[in-house]
């Protein structure tokens, strides 16, 4: 059966200070927050057979390409600031790796994090797919000590006019804040995640929509906008409504970061019952 929500991009080992690792990658937390909020997920990713922690990703169907390594992240947090390595990067991931019978999907996230999707793979999918993209990996690089900075994404015109939504955060903009304009010229709709702020959506000949966040105390950042941009995606296909689509996503990640690791993301039923606390 076709997956209804399908990621695509690489999954990772996130390095813990304890010298373990988690699993982590917008296929991961974008994943597993659709599984929870009802929906049937496909992944599409490159790595390893030995990545950690599989059974997190229980019901969701993984097409995986094959791959030496599992790109492997260290993250480190300070006064709520992430400074990132690379430590290992798994292998590209192609346009003909995505299954046929998926190409008809209700939603695509694109997800990747080390550059590792070519930017044909916007033209994958059928014309009734909801394309969204999430491009932090096309807005990094890192140094020979592996430290990740952001860049300029130089690929993003041949990628924005064929999509149907950008998500994306402040921090993935670093120091190339200027380019958001041209984003927003190219993409026929984008939401920027404000961290406490909310986010604010952008549509052409349109004013900015600020939607504020839910009050929430964090105890684990990590997949924040991942989580998002699930629940973004699921109810704007649902509604066709920005500000209902931005209003459950950003009930979403509130509850996604108020608990600890991927396997807490929150259900439908926990969503539903935090915009109904807070509704008018």
């Given amino acids: 059966m076709t997956p209804d929500f399908i990621v695509v991009g690489h999954l990772t080992r996130d390095e813990q200070l304890a010298g373990n690792h988690t699993l982590g990658g917008a296929v991961t937390f974008a994943g597993i927050a659709a599984r929870n909020l009802g929906y049937r997920v496909g992944i599409v990713t490159s790595a390893a057979d030995d ?87 096309w807005m990094r690089q890192w140094d020979e000590t592996g430290r990740v900075k952001t860049r300029a994404w130089v690929e993003a015109a041949e990628i924005l006019p064929h999509i149907d939504a950008l998500i994306l955060s402040e921090e993935d903009l670093g120091g190339y804040t200027e380019r958001l304009s041209l984003y927003i010229a190219l993409a026929p709709l984008v939401a920027v995640t404000r961290e406490r702020e909310g986010a604010t959506i952008y549509r052409k000949r349109e004013r900015p929509l600020d939607v504020p966040a839910f009050p929430t105390e964090v105890v684990d950042p990590t997949g924040a906008g991942d989580s998002f941009a699930a629940g973004f995606l699921i109810r704007l296909y649902e509604t066709n409504d920005v500000l209902q ?21 929150p259900t439908r039923a926990q969503v539903e019952a935090l915009l109904a606390k807070y509704s008018d």
Avoid at 246 to 263: K, M, V
């Fill in 51 to 137: 990545f950690p922690e599989p059974e997190l990703l229980r019901d969701i169907e993984i097409v995986r390409v094959p791959s030496p390594t599992t790109t492997t992240f260290r993250n480190l947090y300070s006064q709520g600031k992430r400074k990132q390595f690379v430590r290992d990067v798994a292998q590209p991931i192609r346009a003909r790796e995505i299954p046929n019978e998926w190409r008809a999907a209700k939603i695509v996230l694109l997800g990747p994090l080390a550059g590792e999707l070519e930017s044909e793979m916007v033209h994958a999918f059928s014309e009734q797919t909801l394309v969204a993209v999430s491009p932090q990996g």
């Fill in 245 to 265: 689509a931005a209003r459950f996503a950003n009930a979403t990640a509130s509850l996604a970061i108020s608990s600890y690791g991927a396997e807490t993301m």
